[in-house]
Structure formats: structure tokens, C-alpha cells
């Protein structure tokens, strides 16, 4: 199989440059005239020292233009997020214009495989979950889908991330949630790694920290975040304002408040350790106006995710961006044209880490085990699209043509054999048979084929990717983990 990942995008431009340097200005103005509420006491002081105007009885930051873009210029432009494999063939280098899609977090409920209703989500489904993103070759990485229901919320860092780090070897990114889990996180990956330096040499471990917009960093996740960056792990301050309810109404006013609220927490984190890799975040979307509900379909989502990555594309960042959800609540011709719309416009535009592209239903609040499959077939159409069409002499086949002359065919031809494979995308769901076989077979529509290849990946064996005697050194070591999550 012709696997496609880290393709260069861009093709797709929501935003002309006059666009882009009107929102920076914006931007800018907002940060300096209107400032950013910090409410984390040494967080205010990195922004004080830094040069900043500090107003503690409002906990209000006012951010000079000048020191924004010092520090924007801190972060590196290319944040490498590495898997596990030998040949490096899993890794994923998040900058310019490549292109990376996998799943996203973080739903709360799951619908089982072959079913419509759905349950809360456990520990257990972020294993079964790791072992599909595993197998699910055009899903590059793995970011942690579901928050587990059965675990209180101080075991909740160490048991995903240890669920996902022995059950796959792409990326692993998770949201976080306490000081003494990420601490734990990092412990764990340190051993799996070998050493400290290993993992920081080839972090195959991020993390996401949000802040609240507009314009709040709240104390909880501005301390994660500069824990994060103090230790030098891949980290994303992604934010979701709303159009109509934490944003204004307009696409563009959005994207100036998703601008500012991403940047402040990338600043926080080059304040907190100068050239950690951080990538910058966009989540947002708009709102049902008639009950102000968040949601995750709608093609505004896909145009202001698009526009930021022109955005961190104009700034030189990594970036990390939203596509491929559904408000449907079941795998039906909504949830496909809404995934496929989204994830194409993000994609095209060049995003880079596009997270949530796969296994998402119901305004992200579900993750489906059918629809990561569905999503995987989705993906490699995409990511068929992003490479595009290759125009050199070998491909316009002049001198095949000629040699074939008028009224002849190219079924035989050694170009064909040899290209074939590489030009055209092979589905693994989608159904190309005449209706007969197609009947004969079972007559079964793409959630139904969905569902049979979920059980069967499921089926298989559990197979830990963590050598056994890590495995036991952390089972030692790292307080708080569920007994099989290292079996």
C-alpha cells in the first residue's frame, strides 16, 4: 500500500496576504490596548520581566507588539513529533506546509462497533483505540480521542498515555490534566526512551493545554503549560473561540481572537523555557444560534481552520488544527460529507497536525470505532488530493502515447505497471464491484464493512509495543497505573 503522509499542502488560500497581515495587525492592537487576563501568579511575572505592563489587581497583561513578535520569533519553525519505529518512517515533521492527520480528544462517550447508541467512555477504549489507530494506515498519529469515565481525574495523565504508548507506535499527543500526571507522563516516556536526552533528541510524546477565550489564561492550565515547556516537551496551546458566543459573530473577528488567545499561550511557553517546540493551535468553529450550542460539521470550521494555517504559515509556526468531526450522532451521509468537506479545506491549505480527522460524531463529544475506519478511507482519499497531479515527461508519457498510436490501449504497458500503484488512491472500504458481487457478498453498505474490519483488528491478539522489562520498571515506578494498561 502507497502510504501518503507529509505531503505539502497550501494549494487551498481562504485568506489573500492582505488578509493575513489585517488579522496580524489586529492581532497586535489587542494585545497591546486590551491585553490578556493571566491568572497565574508566576506566569504575570515571566510576562513582567519580559517587558510587559502588568496590572495585578485586574490580572491583566498588555503585551507590547515589539515583545510579541520576539517572541513569536523564540519558537522554532519546525517541531518534529517522532513515533517509535526504527526507520523513523512514523514520524511526523509538523512545519511549513506538510501535512498530518489523526484522531483528537477529547469525547467523553463511545459508540461501540456496529452499533448507533453510545456509553461513557473507559480505559479500556483507549486501548482498543491505540490498537486501530495502529493498524489504520493513513491515521499518522495518535492523540488521545476519550476521556476515561471509570478513572478518577489524578490517574487520569498516566493511564491513557501509558495505555497508548504500549498499544501503538505512531505519535502520541494527550491533553493533560494535572502538575504530578504530566510529571508522570514524562517519567514513563523517559524510561521508554532510555534517557531523558533520548526522548528530548526524539519526543515520541506531546502534550495540549488550553486556555479560556477570549483572552484568559487560566491558573490550572498556564501552570501545565509551562511545566510542559520546562521540560522541553512538545506542547500546543490550541483555543476554540465561538463565533457568536466567546467571539464575535464574523469569521474574521474569530480568527483575530483565536490569533491572540494561541500566541499568548505559545509566548508563555517560550517565556517559560526559550526554544521549546510548540505548535500553534486552532480549534474554532461556530455556534447554533438557536440554542448556542457548539459545532463541529459546519464548513466555517473548515475555512477558520484553513485560515490559520495560512496564519502559522505567515509566522513561521507549526501549527495544529481542527477537521474531520460530524454532528451527526451516527455514520450516515451527514457524518461523510461532513468530515470529507472539512478535512479537504484543512488539508489543501496546508495545516499540519490536523487532529480530530478521525472517529468523531456528535459535536465531539463521541468517538466511533466504525468511523475511524470510515475516517482512514477518508484520509487516503485526501491526502491523494494534497499530493496532487505530477507533471514531468515521465508522467505525460509522450513517447508511450506515440508508440500506442491512434485506437490503441495502455492495459499492458510496463508505464502502467509501474505507475499504477503510486498514481491512484486503493481504497481499503469503499465498495468498486458490480452490484452482483456486491449482493453476493452481503449487500453491506461502508458502516457495516466499517464495523466487520473493527472486530476484526480487535480479534487479534493484544500485542504491548513497550519491551517487558520497561514494562515492569514502570509498573514499579509510576504510581497510580491500571494493572493491565502494562500487560
Not at 534517557?195 to 502534550?207: A, C, N, V
Not at 466555517?300 to 496564519?311: D, H, K, P
Request: proline share 5%.
Amino acid at each position: 500500500m502507497n502510504v501518503r503522509r507529509g505531503l505539502s499542502g497550501g494549494h487551498y488560500k481562504p485568506l489573500s496576504d492582505q488578509d493575513i497581515k489585517k488579522i496580524h495587525e489586529t492581532s497586535l492592537r489587542v494585545f497591546a490596548e486590551v491585553g490578556l487576563q493571566v491568572n497565574f501568579p508566576a506566569a504575570r511575572e515571566l510576562f513582567l520581566h519580559a517587558g510587559a505592563e502588568v496590572d495585578e489587581a485586574s490580572r491583566t497583561v498588555k503585551v507590547p507588539p515589539g515583545m510579541v513578535e520576539e517572541l513569536i520569533n523564540k519558537a522554532p519553525s519546525v517541531v518534529q513529533l517522532c513515533g517509535r519505529a526504527e526507520n523513523g518512517e512514523l514520524d511526523c515533521e509538523i512545519g511549513g506546509k506538510k501535512v498530518y492527520l489523526g484522531t483528537g480528544g477529547t469525547a467523553l462517550n463511545v459508540q461501540n462497533p456496529g452499533t448507533r447508541d453510545c456509553r461513557r467512555a473507559t480505559l479500556e477504549d483507549v486501548v482498543n483505540m491505540a490498537r486501530l489507530v495502529d493498524v489504520l494506515d493513513n491515521i499518522h498519529f495518535y492523540m488521545l480521542n476519550v476521556y476515561p469515565d471509570d478513572l478518577p481525574v489524578e490517574r487520569v495523565d498516566v493511564n491513557r498515555f501509558g495505555a497508548a504508548l504500549n498499544r501503538t507506535r505512531k505519535h502520541v499527543m494527550g491533553g493533560v490534566y494535572t502538575i504530578d500526571g504530566v510529571r508522570n507522563v514524562i517519567k514513563m516516556a523517559e524510561f521508554i526512551a532510555g534517557s531523558p536526552q533520548k526522548l528530548r533528541e526524539r519526543p515520541f510524546i506531546s502534550m495540549v493545554t488550553c486556555p479560556i477565550s477570549p483572552f484568559k489564561l487560566d491558573e490550572s492550565y498556564a501552570q501545565l503549560t509551562m511545566e510542559a515547556a520546562r521540560n522541553r516537551i512538545p506542547v500546543v496551546v490550541p483555543v476554540e473561540p465561538l463565533c457568536g458566543a466567546t467571539a464575535p459573530i464574523t469569521l474574521a473577528g474569530n480568527l483575530v481572537v483565536q490569533n491572540v488567545d494561541t500566541l499568548a499561550g505559545l509566548m508563555l511557553a517560550q517565556l517559560a523555557s526559550s526554544g521549546t517546540p510548540t505548535l500553534y493551535g486552532c480549534i474554532s468553529s461556530i455556534t447554533d444560534l438557536r440554542d448556542m450550542k457548539y459545532l463541529s460539521g459546519a464548513v466555517e470550521m473548515g475555512l477558520m481552520n484553513a485560515a490559520a494555517s495560512q496564519m502559522a504559515q505567515f509566522y513561521m509556526l507549526p501549527c495544529y488544527v481542527t477537521a474531520g468531526m460530524s454532528d451527526s450522532k451516527v455514520n450516515d451521509a451527514q457524518a461523510g460529507y461532513e468530515s470529507a468537506i472539512t478535512t479537504l479545506m484543512v488539508a489543501l491549505a496546508g495545516g499540519n497536525f490536523i487532529h480530530d480527522a478521525a472517529g468523531f460524531l456528535e459535536f465531539c463529544m463521541t468517538a466511533s470505532y466504525d468511523k475511524l475506519v470510515i475516517d482512514n478511507e477518508i484520509i487516503g482519499m485526501v491526502m491523494r488530493a494534497v499530493e496532487g497531479i505530477q507533471v514531468n515527461d515521465e508522467t505525460l508519457a509522450f513517447d508511450l502515447i506515440k508508440k500506442t498510436g491512434p485506437g490503441g490501449h495502455f492495459v499492458s504497458a510496463r508505464h502502467t505497471r509501474r505507475h499504477m500503484r503510486s498514481e491512484q488512491y486503493v481504497p481499503q472500504l469503499s465498495d468498486r464491484e458490480e452490484r452482483t458481487k456486491w449482493k453476493a457478498a452481503g449487500a453491506n453498505d461502508a458502516e457495516a464493512r466499517a464495523s466487520q474490519k473493527v472486530k476484526e483488528i480487535l480479534n487479534e491478539p493484544r500485542k504491548p509495543v513497550i519491551p517487558s522489562n520497561i514494562r515492569e520498571r514502570i509498573k514499579r515506578e509510576i504510581p497510580g497505573l491500571r494493572s493491565f494498561v502494562m500487560d
